[in-house]
């Protein structure tokens, strides 16, 4: 079994057990563009929302650097089916905490995200 297999699958057992938190994403919609004529903007997209199930665990002591890796900072595992790959600095929401996405390790055995590990922080 592989490192990813075992991640997807605590996160499964979390689930199951009801420790596992929702995990939500969104990512802005496109504003389109500007219509001199109409003086409208046109073909934009609204913003999307993704959500997924996380499990939340923190990092050791001996992982907190001060910088990179600050006190409070969490690691949030998310699976990668149906959710999206977050970036840096933005705003995502662990059981119903919005907090800061500060880095994000993916998963990816071959071309395809499995799981993403998401740096939090503020949560």
């Known amino acids: 079994m ?7 699958s605590m996160v499964e057992r979390a689930k199951k057990r009801g420790r596992a ?3 939500s994403l969104t990512k802005a919609g496109s504003g389109g ?6 003086g409208e903007f046109e073909g934009g997209s609204d913003p999307v929302t993704y959500t997924a199930w996380g499990v939340k665990i923190g990092y050791e002591q001996t992982d907190i650097d001060g910088t990179l890796i600050q006190r409070g ?3 949030v595992y ?7 790959r977050p970036e840096t600095n ?3 929401t662990v059981g ?7 880095g994000v390790e993916v998963v990816a055995p071959g071309d395809v995200d499995v799981l993403y590990v998401i740096q939090v922080r503020g949560l």
Do not use: H, W
């Open 2 to 8: 592989t490192d990813a297999q075992k991640a997807l």
């Open 21 to 23: 938190s929702d995990t």
């Open 33 to 38: 563009t500007y219509n001199p004529g109409t």
């Open 73 to 75: 900072d969490q690691r």
């Open 78 to 84: 998310v699976p990668a089916m149906g959710f999206v």
């Open 90 to 92: 933005e705003q995502i």
């Open 96 to 102: 119903g905490k919005v907090c800061t996405v500060v």
